[in-house]
């Protein structure tokens, strides 16, 4: 039997629903119902009760999904095991699942304090993979990435077992409405009346600000004027002056101390997460567990 029906299955558990499942497995709707009925006929046992809304595993199932992810926390570790005490081509390596402007700008903070001599990464080879962060997530299940570092707010949350992962808090960030200025330094558009620059609804942060205009800025969507799926290219937008946009902190922290951007209204405008890192349970390798230690100081 392939593992990937047994992540499959994990999947239809986590999400409840077949569609949003076979998005998650980057698979069409017939496509992951073929693969667990595959895994229904090899188990020789009903394991997902279709008549229930939302979708839930019956008893089979849940015994099946139980036994499966020991199986493959258990590979995993065997895995980890085995390039820590044989090697791998290069040496070790650390694989970091993140989104885009996580990894140019926390997981890139946290990797350079953790490059400096004496620190863990120091000459350690590091992959940083950069996904939406339902990718990375099941990167992290399939042992394909080590650690995952993504948003924590209650607009956007990531579905991971507590039994089989844990995380510590790398950063407090917050998303601030920044303009470009002018040559006298003063805002060029106002937060009550300027035009709005917003994310495309698939990313983690477009969630967050779509959640926080919708209850606190009036006539935001007639006032939306530009819709991306980037932020560094929401970044530059604001700073050729198209417009208003929630930007992370970290991210236009030093355009607004030397004055090229101004932020906008007052603390309740912001939008406060946490930036979480996430691992395995189990015991990992070396190199890992030595990360997380220098991290959780």
Partial sequence: MDLKLLEDLAALARERSFVRAAEARHVTHPAFGRRIRALESWAGAVLVDRGRSPVQLTEAGLALLQQAQALVEGLAQAREQLRSHHGSIGGPVLRIGAGRTLARTIVADWLTRLARPRQPLHEQRVEVH???????????????????????????????????????TMAQDKLVPVSRT????????????G??????????????????????????????????DSADAIQEFVLKGLGVAWLPWSMVASDCRSGILAPLGNR???VHF????????????PLLEQVWDATDQ
């Fill in 274 to 285: 946490q930036v979480r890192l996430y691992r395995p349970r189990l015991r990992q390798s």
């Fill in 268 to 270: 309740s405008d912001e």
């Fill in 182 to 193: 002018n040559g006298k330094g003063q805002p060029m558009h106002s937060l009550a009346t």
């Fill in 130 to 168: 950069t996904r939406s962060m339902t990718e990375v997530v099941t990167l992290l299940e399939r042992g394909d990435v080590d650690l995952v570092c993504c948003y924590e707010h209650p607009a956007t949350s990531v579905r991971l077992s507590n039994q089989r992962f844990r995380h510590l």
């Fill in 195 to 228: 035009p709005l620059i917003s994310y495309a609804a698939s990313l983690s942060l477009g969630a967050l600000v779509l959640d926080h205009i919708r209850q606190s800025v009036p006539g935001a969507g007639a006032r939306t004027r530009y819709v991306c």
